[in-house]
Structures are given as C-alpha cells and as structure tokens.
C-alpha cells in the first residue's frame, strides 16, 4: 500500500529556474512532511521539514509549501543551481508512538547550465 | 561526517551466503532504523529498534532479522542472499523520531 505519491519522476530544470516536487498522501494522520536530498553514493540528508500546522516554510531557496485539505505538500526550488542536481524524496511520519518515515518514490531533479 | 557509521560500503556475496551489516548511531540517538533501496527504487522501511526494543517491522524478509545492542549499535542480518537482494542498505538513527540522520549504506551485490 503506497501511503505517498511524489511526481514527477525526474525533472529537468535550467539555471535560475524554479524546480518543483509533489506529493500526494492518503487518508492516515500524519505530523511531520520532511524532504530528504540524496547525490549519488551517499545516504539522504535532511532539507527542510514543516509540521501539518503551518502551511509554508521558507530555508534558503528552499520552500515547502502544505495543503492538509487536499492532503498534499510541494518542494519549491527557488533559483535551481547545477549543485542541486540529486534525488529528491518526500517523506512522512505517521502520528503515534512509531517513529518511522514513509518515503516518497523519489524524484530525480537535474539542472542544467 | 552525519555521524551514523555504516560498515561495510561494499559487500560481494554469493548465492545463499549470510552477511551482516553494521550501524552505529549518532551519539544520543536511541532509535535506529534499516532501510533498503533498490536501483532506481525508493527508500523501503525494513525495521526500527529504540533503545534495545523492536519497535515497527515494515517489509523485512522473514530470511532478514536484526538486532539493536545495548551499546546502541545495531546489526542487519540478512542469510540465503538471493539475487535480488542486491541494493543499498542504509540505516538511519533519530532522537524524538523527528529529524533522521542517515549513515552512508552499504551497498551489497549478490552474485
């Protein structure tokens, strides 16, 4: 059972452009939407995280953007940079005493100059 | 450096042969969480272990098992490797279950 939808798959995006990811998740109660970055070889790191009681967070060029109705949060991308070339995971965590995320399929984000 | 120490980086095993994965947490975190990613797949959730304690199971192999010790660390056992066992084995260690720090993988081929 897939809890989270994330698209697009892979995404091609220029210099200066603005990147954007999406996922979708069902009906469960969740309360935390991280977004992991991976290169190449190397395990996920943290990006930006937000709790379902606040609809944007801003770090850097980074944005999430939350819809609890539609049940639904994007990554934005602001200003891509070639440096931001990796895949991009959404993930969430179910409310409760299980600590673990479900991750997103993953989208694999390249910039070009 | 996340701090979360995987060993090894690289495992060639054959058929039917047992291995073992090893992880160290970072420091104070008490949860530790196996995770397996197949080429081009996502992150699929094996099992968490909280100070000692199997706390979830997701879809772990009944040929998968593991442990958390009471120094924290935590080993992957996995026995009568098959083909498709072959993937990138990470695994994550939290404090509050919030922000999961990942260690670097081990990718394992079967051969």
């Known amino acids: 059972q897939q809890q989270v939808k994330q698209s697009p798959q892979s995404l091609i995006v220029q210099k200066g452009g603005i990147s954007i990811i999406n996922c979708a998740y069902e009906n469960t109660a969740f309360d935390y939407f991280p977004w992991y970055q991976q290169f190449p070889g190397k395990g996920p790191a943290l990006l930006i995280a937000i709790r379902p009681d606040v609809s944007e967070k801003k770090e850097g060029r980074f944005t999430i953007s939350f819809n609890k109705s539609a049940k639904q949060f994007s990554l934005h991308i602001m200003d891509s940079q070639p440096g931001d070339s990796a895949t991009y995971f959404c993930?969430?965590?179910?409310?409760?005493?299980?600590?673990?995320?479900?991750f997103g399929t993953g989208t694999r984000l390249q910039v070009t100059l | 450096d996340s701090g979360v120490t995987q060993t090894p980086k690289h495992l060639i095993t054959a058929t039917g042969q047992r291995v073992t994965l090893r992880c160290s947490p970072r420091?104070?975190?008490?949860?530790v969480y196996w995770y397996q990613q197949s080429l081009d797949q996502g992150l699929q959730f094996l099992i968490q272990?909280?100070?000692?304690?199997?706390?979830a199971k997701g879809n772990i192999l009944e040929r998968f098992s593991a442990q958390q010790f009471p120094d924290l660390h935590s080993e992957l056992n996995l026995s009568s490797l098959e083909l498709g066992d072959s993937a990138l084995y990470f695994c994550?260690?939290?404090?509050?279950?919030?922000?999961?720090?990942f260690g670097s993988g081990t990718r394992l081929t079967v051969v």
């Open positions: 993930a969430l965590k179910e409310a409760g005493t299980a600590s673990k995320l479900t």
């Open positions: 272990y909280y100070n000692g304690e199997e706390r």
């Open positions: 994550a260690s939290s404090a509050e279950g919030y922000g999961y720090t």
């Open positions: 420091s104070g975190d008490l949860s």
